[in-house]
């Protein structure tokens, strides 16, 4: 009787190891961290989006890995990137160390972003950025292709697309200003003082000039700042008619309200990440009339098939728009849950190899990844017609609204009849204020 008893016992004590050491194939799940912070919009977009996604695919009964159906596991990793980099780099290595998981996806801000690049390099996991812009995050992955090949940008392209993109938006509101007060464009530029931001400040403060237009200053508060009284006082005195913002932060909020309790008479047009978002109007105390910055997402808007479904559903489940940060949902879904698929395997390498060569839709358009002058896939997002532009928008009476591209020709020389509209566009409005000065 003892001898059966131990060898039931023994019997268990193998079973309890083996199951401790199954590859994740056995366990059929796939196990992703959505790492972000947490307690900002930004990471619980991060974590809507996937939600989304995962709920979405398990429904339809998982993703099929060879002949076997496994179904995702969404592990929740709160970065606190927005408050402390440490914190980011802990929440990573507890994705790779304790939870173990096969996949990540997020991140936002890109002083947090490179060592949570790393940390994922040095695991050899795949990483999908969900939030940082950066050109050096995936400049990286062209001259190191061996260690960063494993990163790849989701959302949004980067800030020199960013950039020229807001160019773009810039000479679309200077023709309003022309066309409406028949008046001189003078531009101050205001930029929060951060890393993502100073290739951008380089490439305005370098095109605005050769754009006809005059610079009259530059200024760069905290991305947290409660008040910039000083820097709108240095502007409405500089006589610009134009504020070029590029906020991230919750400066974003304090700038357009204030900018509106003074009426300074210029239109704000750039990225203001805080007004990309539902509760932007209540937050500025209806002040943040006629802000105009850059978006993916805008309720009424569709760049192609895919983004009214997806802004229907979000709508419906997490009642509101989503911010850029909730591609999770697309990183997830249509790109690497298909690559996978198609791969039938789970293997880092393998599916690097597939994921870099394709072309697919997602809501906000359509992706292709970059290579470099060497030929060298850099996992950078392409811009341009066809592919991704992102959506300008401005706030009207309380309504966020999309207003370009709208009848945009982004190639008039070689392309003279290509015009670009999507559904949903509405004309550019100018501060009643700015016609009465």
């Not at 008479?265 to 509760?279: C, F, M, T, Y």
Request: with cysteine; aromatic share 10%; net charge positive.
């Amino acid at each position: 009787m003892k001898k059966c008893t131990l060898g039931w016992r023994m019997l268990l004590v193998a079973c309890i190891v083996m199951a401790f050491s199954l590859p994740a194939w056995a366990a059929k799940t796939i196990k992703i961290g959505v790492i972000g912070p947490m307690q900002s919009l930004e990471g619980r977009d991060h974590w809507a989006g996937a939600t989304m996604a995962a709920d979405e695919i398990n429904a339809a009964g998982g993703v099929k890995v060879g002949n076997e159906k496994m179904q995702i596991v969404l592990i929740k990793a709160d970065s606190n990137e927005d408050k402390n980099i440490t914190d980011a780099s802990n929440a990573m290595e507890r994705l790779m160390t304790k939870d173990k998981v096969d996949f990540v996806v997020g991140g936002f801000r890109t002083e947090a972003v490179f060592p949570m690049q790393d940390i994922a390099m040095d695991y050899k996991k795949i990483f999908i950025g969900c939030g940082a812009a950066t050109d050096a995050l995936c400049d990286r992955v062209g001259t190191d292709y061996k260690r960063y090949k494993y990163y790849f940008r989701g959302t949004p392209f980067k800030s020199s697309y960013l950039a020229k993109t807001s160019i773009m938006h810039l000479l679309a509101c200077a023709a309003v200003i022309k066309k409406e007060l028949n008046a001189p464009i003078k531009v101050a530029l205001v930029a929060e003082k951060l890393a993502w931001t100073e290739g951008m400040v380089k490439l305005i403060q370098g095109y605005v000039p050769k754009l006809g237009m005059e610079l009259v200053g530059t200024w760069q508060p905290s991305a947290n700042a409660t008040d910039v009284t000083a820097e709108l006082s240095a502007i409405q005195k500089s006589g610009a008619n134009i504020i070029f913002t590029v906020f991230s932060g919750m400066v974003g909020i304090t700038f357009a309200r204030q900018a509106g309790e003074f009426k300074i008479p210029a239109l704000q047009v750039g990225i203001n990440v805080e007004s990309q978002k539902d509760g932007f109007w209540e937050a500025t105390k209806g002040m943040g009339n006629y802000v105009f910055t850059m978006n993916t997402y805008v309720q009424g808007v569709e760049q192609n098939e895919l983004t009214k479904p997806f802004m229907d559903g979000y709508k419906k489940r997490f009642k509101g728009t989503p911010t850029y940060t909730a591609d999770t949902y697309a990183s997830i879904k249509y790109n690497l849950v298909p690559a996978i698929e198609a791969v039938g395997s789970l293997d880092s390498d393998k599916l690097v190899a597939f994921m870099e060569a394709r072309e697919y839709l997602v809501p906000s358009g359509k992706v292709k990844y970059e290579k470099n002058k060497d030929g060298v896939y850099t996992h950078d997002l392409t811009w341009g017609p066809g592919y991704l532009t992102s959506v300008g928008c401005q706030w009207q009476d309380g309504k966020l609204v999309g207003v370009w591209p709208n009848n945009w020709m982004p190639d008039p020389k070689n392309y003279p009849n290509l015009k670009i509209t999507y559904k949903g566009m509405v004309p550019i409005k100018l501060p009643p204020w700015m016609k009465k000065q």
